[in-house]
């Protein structure tokens, strides 16, 4: 992160049309690939649970998904001071990647009032699963959406002839997205491994109650 | 400083904030899970004395 953070901040230029602000970039765009990533990961998880019955799979796809709407919230707050410098405006509900990535975050925050409105239990994990694998199909709508639907105010840095932008830009952004990548898996293993104490320690209590 | 310096520092300042923050509540539970299993050692320790206590001597 830290190497990331001094990248951004000496060796990736200025971009010549919008100047500091699109500094914003190198952080704002891994977030939201990581939440994607964390919910194509959650989904996952689901469909193992659904399919072969692994035992932990269904408290992986949780925090896979925990993980997924807290960087997802995260893209939505840079997303939207990106805009306001750039646009003049906090939002712009006319843009189509603005909008579907708000539903696919709200879509994925419901998940958590659908898992607690059941008891604990295998209908709990059953129906956690359904919804995190119906909702990653949002997931290539959402992406594929701005370049279909031809939106003229977010920008598309990544389209079929590559990246728009030069090699030291390009040579950032990926090593801020590792980054990102890196800290969404760590704090994935350590969430994930507190609740998996979290239950031993209850299921132990239990017997020695 | 600029506007635009401003808004970018602010972007950055959200998750930094946003991860400390998440920090913070897991070493929170870390520390309760500590507590609980300060407590069931201790439950576990009282269990086995209590045992050898019962079990017939000689």
């Known amino acids: ?209 | 400083m600029t506007a635009a310096e401003k808004y970018v520092a602010a972007a950055y300042l959200v998750v930094f904030a946003t991860v400390l923050a998440y920090v913070l509540i897991i070493s929170l539970k870390l520390v309760r899970l500590e507590r609980e299993v300060a407590e069931l050692t201790e439950l576990a320790r009282a269990r086995r004395t209590r045992e050898r206590e019962a079990a017939p001597v000689g």
């Open chain 1, 1 to 209: 992160m830290v190497a990331a953070v001094a990248l951004i901040a000496f060796f990736a230029p200025e971009d010549a049309d919008q100047g500091l602000s699109q500094k914003i970039f190198y952080f704002h765009v891994p977030i939201a690939l990581t939440a994607y990533v964390c919910f194509g990961w959650g989904a996952w998880k689901g469909l193992l649970h659904l399919w072969k019955r692994r035992p932990g799979a269904d408290l992986e796809s949780y925090v896979a998904i925990h993980q997924g709407v807290i960087f997802g919230a995260l893209t939505l707050v840079t997303g939207s001071i990106w805009a306001k410098i750039s646009w003049g405006v906090w939002w712009a509900w006319s843009s189509n990647q603005l909008v579907l990535f708000l539903v696919l975050f709200l879509f994925y925050a419901a998940y958590f009032m659908l898992r607690f409105s059941v008891e604990p239990g295998p209908r709990r994990a059953n129906l956690s699963a359904v919804y995190a694998l119906f909702g990653v199909a949002l997931i290539p709508v959402s992406f594929l959406a701005i370049r279909l639907a031809n939106d003229f105010i977010h920008p598309t840095v990544f389209t079929s002839n590559g990246p728009q932008m030069s090699g030291r830009m390009f040579a950032t952004f990926c090593i801020s997205w590792a980054a990102i990548l890196l800290l969404a898996a760590t704090l994935y293993h350590v969430e994930l491994a507190g609740k998996r104490l979290d239950s031993r320690l209850r299921e132990l209590r239990e017997l020695l109650a």
